[in-house]
């Protein structure tokens, strides 16, 4: 399919240009803008994998760019840098590269980096002398906020450049002069380390976004939605093993990205006619536990040869940084650096870095389109592939202990000359010289860990040679030893043999006495020269066995000294634990005393917030867990903190603006309305002076509430959220008590109200602030007007007549963009405002209308069957078309794109006038475009209900209630559990998957009324 393309990024996060294929953090996203309206330092806090460069990257600065900040304006400069091993000189370069400055001048670094160096206003003195136009906002992004840490602890050196960055960041956005805002994206497990740099722990708190976890529904569209953009479809049961595969383990977002990534490859390269993406691509791939590691592993093992398979070890290794607490994090490091680390030139790294950046691989950065440079940084793409790699997990940890075998070394080196230990010997020589022979260090590799890299090894050759030489002399020693005693051997077996041939002269030469008495005077002589000789080979022996001992003496003193070393470093270390579990024990008290003043103030949500943050820094803090546990039952918070609203009259309607979820507006009987502000629980103001009022509809940003006055025929105005007071003008109209009109926005900053006048057959189009009518009267028909829509992007309005006229009308100017006679004049919309499907309730075909074609034209298919309902599956370009043929039902499902029919099935005895057929839903109501595509059918009279995938119109499962028939049904918006309500009045909840019950029917006396969370957690 030449259309198709791999939509997911694997494990790097997405950028700004790929937002279209963002997906599922579409309330975070406004959630952020929420708070930086409020706040010009904001900091995005998550765990590892939680998707935090991707909010603000894919997120965030789209939306910035768009306008959607109003009161800032869509003029945006965006500047995005990561900390780093060089955070002021990285921030200069981030200047220079957004075109804040002449890219093209070599000066603007040098001047940049004295200008961020001068003072704590550096950041806001190099904005205001850049080509920044005026009035344009400056947005600094810092992602991977933690690196600074890391940084700090270098030297003290760059202990001294941290505080500086830290200083300029908070600085720029304490100021007035420039619009300078500063978000930051950072690990939550880094929070107590915020406290080493001053203001900063205070900037994070006031603006912390800490990153919810993801509902199901939101990872079901984060799955599905950039499928749909890549041109795929997804089986049901695929996207149900990979939620239940993610679970409640979040920060596995990453490795999911990464397995949908290959398992979209395998199923482009081998899939059947209109076979979706299925289980078997996913398992071909090794399913998420497997899928990195073997894609990783594949990779290595491409490389052309063993040496480059070692360059490749060590680059991971130099890439890769496992703390003191085993945190895994990463380090960016240039290309010409990476080449001192690893001793070897560019021509054997860069092959490595292709093959590990190669499109559909994406393990280390920069993307394969960047040329690599000297200058370059690389860096790997995610965090988790530590984590999940399992060769690299090995790697990790030797490259942990080669760092600790060389500290200890370059620490001993230290105390040696300072007079505190002496050289290396015996396991500690040998443990050191093995390292060295094995791991084979570059000079750069060492700095990187602790300066002082070439006396650590002149320390190691010093102690080799001391080695050696020690291994020399007791050798020489032992020769000596030997030669002495070959000597007083050989000279005893000489005096022996001597004694024995006296005593044999003697006996033979008995009668001569003079030569006897000759013969034992010199045996005499040289027996005693011989013992003279024994005697002083014995001495020598002795004196080198003295020397011997206090050689050994000198050691055991040498040993006893690097003993005490070793003691008093491993007291500091004991000093700095106690000290850092002394600071997280007052950050762990400190934010339970603030959480318990704040829930004192009745600000629940403020002291929860501070509650979580204690149990962040002490787990098993138990007082914080019970103080949690005692507010969520007290309040019952999970559904919604209570909010008392006292009123003269009784409420009988109200209602909460669907998107900020700030303001709520209730009425009384007597329609008198009031406006309150939920966050704060505080009253507004009173609606329209104490006039009786009808429709309410708040627009997008929640800024209007616009009304339609009773007391005035039905007139619409706006009316602040700021002080519930009229904020736009009246727009008159007549006779149009109680009738519903459409409040749109078909750009920022541009409202339109689009309404039709009683007893008329047109509608009309004004804006909503001055109340200017847009256009003329809009109508093509003399029939009755039979019904008008606005389409869900709020870009047009489709009008329906009578006699089956259809005419579709921009918001902005009222211009035309169709008209034409359907078959009908039933109208149905999808989500994003392409299609406007039409169907009729005599005729046997289906209409629809593709808005986006450069020349809108009204198609037709002629179908077995009269449509009674349809419904669009959202992110794609089909369409569920249902009606029956006598007592049973039909379902056909067309791919509008195509005009041709993908899927069908019928079911026997299941059409009637009360059929009923139902999909997994993000809101209450009925909706003509849904998410799920699982169809859940009710079989009139209440004793059965099917399941069916839409994708294969095929039979998930069948739910057989002919013992205890039912009378209502509802699914959960995640789609995989189903309440109903049976004729005995017992309520049941039951998983769809397999049909089987997940709790005990809960009796009733009456029959309830059921209303199920829109998180599809409570019922």
Same mark, same amino acid.
């Given at each position: 399919m030449p259309d198709n393309f791999n939509p997911f990024p694997g494990l790097r996060p997405f950028e700004l240009e790929e937002d279209y294929l963002f997906f599922g953090r579409e309330q975070q996203t406004a959630e952020l803008l929420k708070l930086l309206r409020d706040k010009r330092f904001l900091s995005v806090i998550g765990t590892s994998g939680s998707g935090k460069s991707s909010l603000v990257r894919a997120g965030l600065l789209p939306e910035l760019q768009r306008g959607v900040l109003n009161e800032a304006g869509s003029n945006w400069e965006v500047v995005v840098l990561r900390p780093g091993g060089d955070p002021l000189n990285n921030l200069a370069t981030a200047l220079q590269d957004a075109d804040l400055y002449d890219p093209d001048d070599p000066e603007v670094l040098s001047h940049l980096n004295a200008?961020?160096?001068?003072?704590?206003?550096?950041?806001?003195? +190099?904005?205001?002398?850049?080509?920044?136009?005026?009035?344009?906002?400056?947005?600094?992004?810092?992602?991977?906020?933690?690196?600074?840490?890391?940084?700090?602890?270098? @030297?003290?050196? =760059?202990?001294?450049? +941290?505080?500086?960055?830290? @200083?300029?960041?908070?600085?720029?956005?304490?100021?007035?002069?420039?619009?300078i805002y500063v978000v930051l994206t950072m690990r939550s497990d880094y929070l107590g380390d915020c406290t080493q740099f001053r203001g900063l722990t205070t900037a994070v708190n006031e603006g912390e976004y800490l990153i919810p976890r993801l509902t199901r529904d939101q990872i079901r569209t984060a799955i599905e939605g950039p499928v749909r953009v890549g041109g795929g479809e997804i089986s049901f049961r695929l996207v149900q093993e990979l939620l239940r595969s993610v679970g409640g383990n979040q920060d596995q977002l990453p490795i999911l990205q990464h397995a949908l990534m290959r398992t979209f490859d395998q199923w482009m390269e081998d899939h059947e006619e209109e076979e979706p993406i299925d289980l078997r691509h996913y398992q071909d791939v090794g399913g998420m536990e497997e899928a990195l590691s073997r894609h990783a592993d594949e990779v290595f093992d491409s490389l052309e040869s063993e040496d480059l398979q070692l360059v490749a070890e060590k680059l991971f290794k130099a890439l890769t940084e496992q703390q003191s607490d085993n945190r895994g994090i990463r380090r960016p490091t240039r290309m010409d650096v990476l080449g001192r680390i690893l001793g070897v030139g560019s021509d054997q790294i860069e092959?490595?870095?292709d093959a590990f950046r190669a499109p559909g691989v994406t393990f280390l950065m920069p993307p394969a389109e960047t040329e690599l440079a000297p200058e370059t940084i690389v860096d790997i793409s995610h965090e988790s592939l530590m984590r999940v790699w399992r060769r690299l997990g090995r790697w990790v940890g030797d490259e942990a202990q080669s760092a600790q075998v060389y500290l200890r070394l370059a620490d001993t080196a230290d105390l040696n000359r300072a007079d505190q230990a002496g050289l290396y010997r015996g396991p500690d020589l040998q443990i050191a010289l093995a390292w060295m022979n094995e791991a084979q260090p570059t000079a750069a590799w060492g700095e990187r860990y602790?300066?002082?890299?070439?006396?650590?090894?002149?320390?190691?050759?010093? =102690?080799?040679?001391?080695g050696r030489a020690d291994e020399i002399a007791a050798e020489e020693q032992r020769q000596r030893e030997l030669e002495q005693a070959r000597a007083l051997a050989d000279a005893e077996h000489q005096r022996a043999e001597l004694q024995q041939k006296s005593v044999s002269r003697l006996r033979l030469l008995s009668g001569g006495v003079a030569i006897v008495a000759l013969l034992a005077v010199f045996a005499s002589v040289f027996a005693f020269q011989a013992r003279t000789r024994a005697l002083v080979a014995r001495q020598q022996a002795a004196e080198e066995r003295t020397r011997a001992v206090e050689k050994a003496e000198e050691a055991e003193v040498a040993e006893e000294k690097a003993t005490v070393s070793a003691k008093e470093a491993s007291l500091q270390q004991e000093k700095a634990e106690q000290a850092r579990d002394t600071l997280n024990e007052t950050l762990t008290r400190s934010h339970f005393l603030t959480a318990t003043e704040h829930l004192k103030e009745g600000e629940t949500e403020i002291g929860l917030a501070?509650?979580?943050?204690?149990?962040?820094?002490?787990?098993n803090y138990w007082p914080a867990a019970n103080q949690i546990t005692s507010v969520l039952s007290k309040h019952n918070y999970l559904l919604g903190g209570s909010v008392a609203i006292d009123m003269e009259e009784p409420i009988n309607y109200a209602g909460l603006d669907r998107e900020t979820k700030t303001f709520y507006w209730t009425a009384t009987s007597g329609l008198k309305g009031v406006l309150w502000n939920v966050r704060d629980r505080k009253k507004v103001g009173v609606l329209a002076n104490g006039a009786r009022i009808d429709q309410p509809r708040f627009t997008k940003d929640a800024s209007l509430l616009f009304l339609s006055l009773r007391d005035q025929d039905g007139s619409i105005q706006g009316f602040s959220t700021k002080d519930a007071k009229a904020a /736009?003008?009246?727009?008159?109209?007549?006779?149009? /008590?109680?009738r519903p009109f459409f409040v749109a926005e078909p750009r920022p900053k541009m409202l339109r109200i689009?309404?039709?006048?009683?007893?008329?057959?047109?509608?009309?189009?004004?804006?909503?602030?001055?109340?200017?009518?847009?256009?003329?009267?809009?109508?093509?028909?003399?029939a009755p007007l039979a019904r008008y829509v606005v389409t869900a992007d709020d870009k047009?309005?489709?009008?329906?007549?009578?006699?089956?006229?259809?005419?579709?009308?921009?918001?902005?100017?009222?211009?035309?963009?169709?008209?034409?006679?359907?078959?009908?004049?039933?109208?149905?919309?999808?989500?994003?405002?392409?299609?406007?499907?039409?169907?009729? /309730? +005599?005729?046997?075909?289906?209409?629809?209308?593709?808005?986006?074609?450069?020349?809108?034209?009204?198609?037709?298919?002629?179908t077995e069957f009269i449509v009674d309902q349809c419904f669009f599956h959202e992110g794609t370009s089909k369409v569920a078309l249902i009606g029956k043929i006598e007592k049973d039902l039909h379902c056909s499902v067309v791919d509008?794109?195509?005009?041709?029919?993908t899927a069908k099935f019928s079911l026997k005895d299941y059409g009637s006038e009360s059929m009923d057929v139902d999909f997994a839903r993000k809101g209450r109501g009925r909706r003509s475009a849904v998410g799920s595509w699982l169809a859940v059918i009710y079989k009139p009279g209440g004793t059965e209900i099917e399941c069916r995938d839409l994708a294969t119109g095929k039979s998930v499962s069948t739910f057989d209630f002919s013992a205890n028939p039912i009378d209502f049904f509802q699914l959960t918006p995640d789609g995989l559990r189903m309440v109903t309500r049976h004729k005995d009045f017992s309520i049941r909840v039951w998983d769809i998957i397999n049909a089987l019950p997940l709790i005990d029917p809960i009796p009733h006396v009456l029959s309830p009324r059921l209303i199920v969370s829109r998180d599809g957690e409570r019922l």
């Amino acid at each position: 399919m030449p259309d198709n393309f791999n939509p997911f990024p694997g494990l790097r996060p997405f950028e700004l240009e790929e937002d279209y294929l963002f997906f599922g953090r579409e309330q975070q996203t406004a959630e952020l803008l929420k708070l930086l309206r409020d706040k010009r330092f904001l900091s995005v806090i998550g765990t590892s994998g939680s998707g935090k460069s991707s909010l603000v990257r894919a997120g965030l600065l789209p939306e910035l760019q768009r306008g959607v900040l109003n009161e800032a304006g869509s003029n945006w400069e965006v500047v995005v840098l990561r900390p780093g091993g060089d955070p002021l000189n990285n921030l200069a370069t981030a200047l220079q590269d957004a075109d804040l400055y002449d890219p093209d001048d070599p000066e603007v670094l040098s001047h940049l980096n004295a200008t961020l160096t001068h003072s704590g206003f550096g950041l806001v003195e +190099a904005i205001r002398q850049s080509d920044v136009e005026p009035n344009t906002n400056v947005l600094i992004v810092v992602d991977q906020f933690e690196e600074i840490f890391r940084f700090r602890r270098m @030297d003290a050196e =760059s202990a001294v450049q +941290a505080a500086s960055f830290v @200083d300029l960041l908070l600085e720029a956005t304490r100021q007035l002069e420039q619009s300078i805002y500063v978000v930051l994206t950072m690990r939550s497990d880094y929070l107590g380390d915020c406290t080493q740099f001053r203001g900063l722990t205070t900037a994070v708190n006031e603006g912390e976004y800490l990153i919810p976890r993801l509902t199901r529904d939101q990872i079901r569209t984060a799955i599905e939605g950039p499928v749909r953009v890549g041109g795929g479809e997804i089986s049901f049961r695929l996207v149900q093993e990979l939620l239940r595969s993610v679970g409640g383990n979040q920060d596995q977002l990453p490795i999911l990205q990464h397995a949908l990534m290959r398992t979209f490859d395998q199923w482009m390269e081998d899939h059947e006619e209109e076979e979706p993406i299925d289980l078997r691509h996913y398992q071909d791939v090794g399913g998420m536990e497997e899928a990195l590691s073997r894609h990783a592993d594949e990779v290595f093992d491409s490389l052309e040869s063993e040496d480059l398979q070692l360059v490749a070890e060590k680059l991971f290794k130099a890439l890769t940084e496992q703390q003191s607490d085993n945190r895994g994090i990463r380090r960016p490091t240039r290309m010409d650096v990476l080449g001192r680390i690893l001793g070897v030139g560019s021509d054997q790294i860069e092959p490595i870095v292709d093959a590990f950046r190669a499109p559909g691989v994406t393990f280390l950065m920069p993307p394969a389109e960047t040329e690599l440079a000297p200058e370059t940084i690389v860096d790997i793409s995610h965090e988790s592939l530590m984590r999940v790699w399992r060769r690299l997990g090995r790697w990790v940890g030797d490259e942990a202990q080669s760092a600790q075998v060389y500290l200890r070394l370059a620490d001993t080196a230290d105390l040696n000359r300072a007079d505190q230990a002496g050289l290396y010997r015996g396991p500690d020589l040998q443990i050191a010289l093995a390292w060295m022979n094995e791991a084979q260090p570059t000079a750069a590799w060492g700095e990187r860990y602790r300066p002082g890299f070439h006396l650590a090894l002149e320390f190691l050759q010093a =102690s080799d040679a001391a080695g050696r030489a020690d291994e020399i002399a007791a050798e020489e020693q032992r020769q000596r030893e030997l030669e002495q005693a070959r000597a007083l051997a050989d000279a005893e077996h000489q005096r022996a043999e001597l004694q024995q041939k006296s005593v044999s002269r003697l006996r033979l030469l008995s009668g001569g006495v003079a030569i006897v008495a000759l013969l034992a005077v010199f045996a005499s002589v040289f027996a005693f020269q011989a013992r003279t000789r024994a005697l002083v080979a014995r001495q020598q022996a002795a004196e080198e066995r003295t020397r011997a001992v206090e050689k050994a003496e000198e050691a055991e003193v040498a040993e006893e000294k690097a003993t005490v070393s070793a003691k008093e470093a491993s007291l500091q270390q004991e000093k700095a634990e106690q000290a850092r579990d002394t600071l997280n024990e007052t950050l762990t008290r400190s934010h339970f005393l603030t959480a318990t003043e704040h829930l004192k103030e009745g600000e629940t949500e403020i002291g929860l917030a501070y509650l979580a943050r204690s149990l962040r820094t002490d787990t098993n803090y138990w007082p914080a867990a019970n103080q949690i546990t005692s507010v969520l039952s007290k309040h019952n918070y999970l559904l919604g903190g209570s909010v008392a609203i006292d009123m003269e009259e009784p409420i009988n309607y109200a209602g909460l603006d669907r998107e900020t979820k700030t303001f709520y507006w209730t009425a009384t009987s007597g329609l008198k309305g009031v406006l309150w502000n939920v966050r704060d629980r505080k009253k507004v103001g009173v609606l329209a002076n104490g006039a009786r009022i009808d429709q309410p509809r708040f627009t997008k940003d929640a800024s209007l509430l616009f009304l339609s006055l009773r007391d005035q025929d039905g007139s619409i105005q706006g009316f602040s959220t700021k002080d519930a007071k009229a904020a /736009t003008t009246l727009i008159p109209i007549e006779n149009r /008590t109680g009738r519903p009109f459409f409040v749109a926005e078909p750009r920022p900053k541009m409202l339109r109200i689009v309404a039709d006048q009683p007893g008329t057959n047109h509608i009309n189009i004004w804006d909503a602030v001055s109340g200017k009518v847009i256009g003329k009267e809009l109508t093509l028909s003399k029939a009755p007007l039979a019904r008008y829509v606005v389409t869900a992007d709020d870009k047009r309005v489709v009008s329906a007549f009578r006699d089956a006229t259809i005419g579709v009308w921009n918001l902005e100017d009222a211009s035309p963009v169709f008209k034409g006679k359907a078959s009908g004049f039933q109208i149905s919309l999808n989500e994003d405002g392409r299609f406007v499907g039409l169907r009729s /309730t +005599a005729n046997k075909s289906f209409d629809w209308i593709d808005l986006t074609a450069k020349t809108p034209s009204l198609e037709s298919l002629e179908t077995e069957f009269i449509v009674d309902q349809c419904f669009f599956h959202e992110g794609t370009s089909k369409v569920a078309l249902i009606g029956k043929i006598e007592k049973d039902l039909h379902c056909s499902v067309v791919d509008l794109t195509t005009a041709k029919v993908t899927a069908k099935f019928s079911l026997k005895d299941y059409g009637s006038e009360s059929m009923d057929v139902d999909f997994a839903r993000k809101g209450r109501g009925r909706r003509s475009a849904v998410g799920s595509w699982l169809a859940v059918i009710y079989k009139p009279g209440g004793t059965e209900i099917e399941c069916r995938d839409l994708a294969t119109g095929k039979s998930v499962s069948t739910f057989d209630f002919s013992a205890n028939p039912i009378d209502f049904f509802q699914l959960t918006p995640d789609g995989l559990r189903m309440v109903t309500r049976h004729k005995d009045f017992s309520i049941r909840v039951w998983d769809i998957i397999n049909a089987l019950p997940l709790i005990d029917p809960i009796p009733h006396v009456l029959s309830p009324r059921l209303i199920v969370s829109r998180d599809g957690e409570r019922l």
